[in-house]
């Protein structure tokens, strides 16, 4: 039966689109929106058009935002061409990731308003703390981004730009919902220009039990833009927001037939979760202002102070008595880290085709950490000292940048960064791009540059114990990511088909593992080290169309192949699906119904329980989910919205884990993902 209803929403999905290319043929004279002439940013630095920019490219406005069935950032952006959305299960503070192209969430730099969203401490973006209802537009630039953003951009680079205030508009929004496991949502937007001073808050909170015990969530979020607007000669941005969310731990579902486990008359875990009592928060502050100007036609200037504050904790206890503790005993870890910096370039264009990029940053990270231990009742232990460990690591680097073109059918791009960092040193990372435009639509692009990402301080400092240690010399990650794309405007740019073949591979990659060179009372300890490598390649596809403002629909497809060579092994990479898909569409009826659908296919994904291991030991399954919403509007303000994920309600897992029973084993278990949900809201626009 489910392979049935799979069959039949995958055919409509398909003979959806299908139809909309063949109505496309009797619409030419419709307004079309020119995909190809889309501004990007975070390509260059600078304002081009999607067709002048190397790399492959994915924007995504605010209308598809609000067109979309997603409900967070890695929904919307999950299985794009290139794009791998991951998440520890299906509770409520589960970690959020993208990877690109087969490579981690620690290579993909993401960004708010420019700024670095990925934490120091782990190298790695949560984009579930970004409420969707903040942002106004996304940009991804596939290919290595190590040039222009430095550290962990080595499959790309993804901006989130949040609202911004609208000239001669005001906007004012708010909405209310609730949902499956008593989930609710608030939200309240508000923006408008006075004069050449325009303003836009925005303000929400979450809150769910979750579908598993120990599950819950509770999330509060704001954030500002203030702008002064002076047409060209300045443009002054200054944002800041605050995340703050508190969340239970469950871990991953136990073996069947697990049964419920207490210590001191308390539930420590169950069938459901393999923790009952392991909970956590996280707490963001990020400000920056950026100051631009273009005061002629061949000079434009940026400059942007940012501040950034992580605070983590984390509590955990153990569920039985060995390795040195007793049942019941925990331990509490506070992370903090703090980045100062600035970044600033000029662009001069002295001639027409030729533009000069020139730029550089600065940042200094204050990384501290501090773990106190509980006794058998949960309760803060004094006989045991708060341990505590601190690092200050800063980085500075000067780039440069030639963009020419010569011909409207040619454009040459080439540069290079030089960084240097406090502990490993100086990188130098060049950068080499070519499009070709044959005609006004098309565009062929090549992309090649080296991408590094520097060792975080938990890798290099992490205080060592009876079980890890970290390692002060460790050298950065490095390597190639080479890509070449074809992107064709249809239909008077109606229709946009792109597709993309590219070749990547890491050096010296980072890998915990036991090491022997460090023995502990209870084993090797484990220890971060250079050994690894990785090697990918793999092509993608789209095909997204919008002919008229009342309907659009796109298809992608990935294929992606890698393989790690570790220090005892070669074999395909963890949890990489080597086949992903989407078919989505909306469309805008003439009496205010908007109607959106989403389906994704994931292949399967291995997992290896050790380094020793080739062959993988666990296999996650393929699965289809299926995302529908609808969304009337009445009145012309009031706005009512359904939304149903996982309509099919598909089993899936997402990673592999373990847990410690009471027995001293440690057993295997899963992260499952989100089963079948549904959620209204009521909002008011002005």
């Known amino acids: 039966m489910k392979l049935a209803i799979r069959t039949l929403l995958l055919t409509g999905c398909i003979i959806y689109c299908g139809a909309a290319v063949a109505v496309q043929a009797d619409e030419q004279k419709a307004q079309a929106t020119a995909m190809l002439d889309e501004i990007v940013v975070t390509a260059t630095k600078t304002e081009e058009t999607r067709k002048d920019v190397p790399n492959a490219v994915i924007v995504i406005d605010q209308a598809a935002i609000e067109a979309s069935t997603a409900d967070t950032v890695g929904e919307l952006l999950a299985n794009e061409p290139g794009v791998d959305f991951r998440t520890r299960g299906d509770y409520g503070g589960a970690a959020q990731s993208l990877n690109i192209r087969g490579m981690s969430d620690t290579e993909v730099q993401v960004m708010v308003n420019g700024?670095?969203?990925?934490?120091?401490?782990?190298?790695?973006?949560?984009?579930?703390?970004?409420?969707?209802?903040?942002?106004?537009?996304?940009?991804?630039?596939?290919?290595?981004?190590?040039?222009?953003?430095?550290?962990?951009?080595?499959?790309?680079?993804?901006?989130?730009?949040?609202?911004?205030?609208?000239?001669?508009?005001?906007?004012?929004?708010?909405?209310?919902?609730?949902?499956?496991?008593?989930?609710?949502?608030?939200?309240?937007?508000?923006?408008?220009?006075?004069?050449?001073?325009?303003?836009?808050l925005t303000a929400g909170q979450q809150e769910t039990d979750g579908r598993r015990d120990n599950g819950d969530m509770e999330?509060?979020?704001?954030?500002?833009?203030?702008?002064?607007?002076?047409?060209?000669?300045?443009?002054?941005?200054?944002?800041?927001?605050?995340?703050?969310?508190?969340?239970?731990?469950?871990?991953?579902?136990?073996?069947?037939?697990?049964?419920?486990?207490?210590?001191?008359?308390?539930?420590?875990?169950?069938?459901?979760?393999?923790?009952?009592?392991?909970?956590?928060?996280?707490?963001?502050?990020?400000?920056?202002?950026?100051?631009?100007?273009?005061?002629?036609?061949?000079?434009?200037?940026?400059?942007?102070?940012?501040?950034?504050?992580?605070?983590?904790?984390?509590?955990?206890?153990?569920?039985?008595?060995?390795?040195?503790?007793?049942?019941?005993?925990?331990?509490?870890?506070?992370?903090?880290?703090?980045?100062?910096?600035?970044?600033?370039?000029?662009?001069?264009?002295?001639?027409?085709?030729?533009?000069?990029?020139?730029?550089?940053?600065?940042?200094?990270?204050?990384?501290?950490?501090?773990?106190?231990?509980?006794?058998?009742?949960?309760?803060?232990?004094?006989?045991?000292?708060?341990?505590?460990?601190?690092?200050?690591?800063?980085?500075?680097?000067?780039?440069?940048?030639?963009?020419?073109?010569?011909?409207?059918?040619?454009k040459l791009l080439a540069g290079v960064r030089e960084e240097n960092h406090s502990t490993f040193g100086r990188e130098t990372l060049p950068r080499y791009g070519l499009v070709f435009n044959p005609t006004g639509s098309t565009a062929v692009k090549f992309s090649h540059g080296k991408h590094f990402k520097a060792p975080t301080p938990n890798d290099l400092f992490w205080p060592e114990d009876d079980f890890t240690r970290g390692n002060p010399t460790l050298k950065p990650q490095t390597g190639w990511h080479t890509d070449v794309t074809i992107e064709q405007g249809l239909c008077q740019n109606a229709l946009l088909v792109t597709a993309s073949a590219f070749t990547w591979d890491i050096d010296d990659k980072i890998d915990w593992a036991p090491n022997p060179a460090f023995p502990g009372p209870y084993g090797d300890k484990w220890t971060p080290t250079n050994v690894n490598s990785s090697r990918g390649h793999g092509w993608e596809a789209g095909l997204r169309i919008q002919p008229e403002?009342?309907?659009?629909?796109?298809?992608?497809?990935?294929?992606?192949?890698?393989?790690?060579?570790?220090?005892?092994?070669?074999?395909?990479?963890?949890?990489?699906?080597?086949?992903?898909?989407?078919?989505?569409?909306?469309?805008?009826?003439?009496?205010?119904?908007?109607?959106?659908?989403?389906?994704?296919?994931?292949?399967?994904?291995?997992?290896?329980?050790?380094?020793?291991?080739?062959?993988?030991?666990?296999?996650?399954?393929?699965?289809?989910?299926?995302?529908?919403?609808?969304?009337?509007?009445?009145?012309?303000?009031?706005?009512?919205?359904?939304r149903a994920d996982n309509l099919i309600d598909e089993e899936y897992d997402t990673y592999v884990g373990t847990f410690t029973d009471s027995a001293g084993a440690m057993q295997y278990g899963r992260f499952p993902g989100g089963g079948s949900s549904y959620f209204a809201s009521v909002g008011y626009e002005y």
């Open 219 to 410: 999330q509060q979020d704001a954030s500002l833009a203030l702008v002064l607007d002076r047409d060209d000669l300045l443009n002054v941005t200054l944002n800041g927001s605050v995340v703050d969310r508190e969340f239970g731990v469950p871990g991953v579902k136990p073996p069947a037939g697990t049964g419920t486990h207490y210590v001191g008359g308390v539930a420590f875990y169950n069938a459901d979760s393999a923790s009952l009592v392991d909970n956590g928060s996280d707490t963001t502050y990020q400000a920056s202002l950026e100051i631009k100007s273009r005061p002629t036609d061949w000079l434009a200037v940026n400059l942007k102070p940012f501040y950034s504050d992580l605070e983590n904790y984390h509590s955990t206890r153990y569920n039985d008595t060995s390795w040195g503790h007793l049942a019941g005993e925990g331990y509490k870890t506070w992370v903090y880290n703090t980045v100062k910096g600035i970044d600033g370039h000029v662009a001069l264009d002295p001639v027409d085709g030729l533009t000069l990029l020139l730029g550089g940053d600065y940042k200094d990270y204050e990384w501290e950490t501090e773990q106190s231990f509980l006794d058998v009742s949960g309760a803060f232990n004094p006989a045991i000292p708060v341990a505590t460990n601190d690092a200050k690591l800063f980085t500075k680097s000067c780039f440069g940048e030639v963009q020419y073109r010569p011909s409207q059918y040619v």
């Open 115 to 200: 700024v670095s969203a990925n934490s120091p401490s782990l190298g790695s973006a949560d984009i579930g703390t970004i409420p969707l209802s903040s942002i106004e537009r996304i940009e991804i630039v596939k290919g290595s981004g190590s040039m222009l953003h430095g550290s962990g951009a080595m499959a790309g680079a993804v901006n989130i730009i949040t609202k911004r205030p609208k000239r001669d508009r005001m906007d004012a929004k708010a909405s209310a919902g609730y949902g499956t496991d008593n989930t609710y949502q608030l939200a309240a937007e508000h923006g408008q220009y006075i004069g050449d001073f325009g303003y836009y």
């Open 549 to 642: 403002e009342h309907w659009a629909a796109d298809i992608s497809y990935t294929y992606t192949s890698a393989t790690d060579t570790l220090q005892f092994v070669e074999r395909t990479a963890q949890y990489l699906a080597n086949h992903r898909a989407k078919i989505g569409g909306s469309y805008r009826f003439g009496f205010g119904l908007t109607t959106a659908l989403t389906c994704r296919y994931v292949g399967t994904r291995d997992f290896y329980r050790s380094s020793y291991d080739s062959l993988p030991t666990d296999r996650l399954d393929s699965y289809i989910t299926v995302d529908l919403k609808a969304e009337q509007r009445l009145a012309g303000h009031w706005i009512l919205t359904l």
